[in-house]
T-cell receptor
Framework: GAGVSQSPSNKVTEKGKDVELRCDPI?????LYWYRQRLGQGLEFLIY????????KSGLPSDRFSAERTGESVSTLTIQRTQQEDSAVYLC??????????????FGPGTRLLVL | GQQLNQSPQSMFIQEGEDVSMNCTSS?????WLWYKQDPGEGPVLLIA?????ELTSNGRLTAQFGITRKDSFLNISASIPSDVGIYFC?????????????FGQGTTLQVKP
């Protein structure tokens, strides 16, 4: 069956440009998470969606970061005016979810973002 | 952001040896998880622990959820070359009910055939 997919797999951009990263979760999974992984580090939580709502945005590092989810399916993470410190792998995960966002999280392969 | 303290940072062992890694936290969690990440891939769940004191095995992997709910360890017995990768612990629950995971910094395992 299809797992979590993300696109693009790699993105190189210039400082100051905006980028959009896409996540297609497993069909039927109501919970969706975005994480950031800097080189040689663990994953850092960014934002959590339950359905199309985002009850926890506490991990977004600045107002340059935003995300949306539509149709209880696809999610887009947008980074405006990219900075070099935004360079990282951005990972998406989905789970069956529920009121407490529980269930095993299945991760996509990530988008590798490099800001020059 | 908040992270767990995971050690060791890296290990280089001979095939057939046993491996042990652990994680500690200043906060309690309701669930502890262990993931493995291969190059260019997302993490894959190895073991999930739901009760304080729980000891769970999955093949050659054994993990325990500490009694205080602030720590966990993962053991790999009789290592093989395909065990190479980065292992992450993650905590879930506790003060948050959104299911978000708090990760350790990872343990990089290399196995010499």
């Amino acid at each position: 069956g299809a797992g979590v997919s993300q696109s693009p797999s790699n993105k190189v951009t210039e400082k100051g440009k905006d980028v959009e990263l896409r996540c297609d979760p497993i069909s039927g999974h109501t919970a969706l998470y975005w994480y950031r992984q800097r080189l040689g580090q663990g994953l850092e939580f960014l934002i959590y969606f339950q359905g199309n709502s985002a009850p926890d945005k506490s991990g977004l590092p600045s107002d340059r970061f935003s995300a949306e989810r539509t149709g209880e399916s696809v999610s887009t993470l947008t980074i405006q005016r990219t900075q070099q410190e935004d360079s990282a792998v951005y990972l998406c995960a989905s789970s069956l979810g529920g009121l407490a966002g529980g269930g095993t999280q299945y991760f996509g392969p990530g988008t590798r973002l490099l800001v020059l | 952001g908040q992270q767990l303290n995971q050690s060791p940072q890296s290990m280089f062992i001979q095939e057939g040896e046993d491996v042990s890694m652990n994680c500690t936290s200043s906060s309690i969690f309701n669930t502890w998880l262990w993931y493995k990440q291969d190059p260019g891939e997302g993490p894959v769940l190895l073991i999930a622990l739901y009760k304080a004191g729980e000891l769970t095995s999955n093949g050659r992997l054994t993990a325990q959820f500490g009694i205080t709910r602030k720590d966990s360890f993962l053991n790999i017995s009789a290592s093989i070359p395909s065990d190479v990768g980065i292992y992450f612990c993650a905590g879930q629950g506790g003060s948050s009910n959104t299911g978000k995971l708090i990760f350790g910094q990872g343990t990089t395992l290399q196995v010499k055939p």
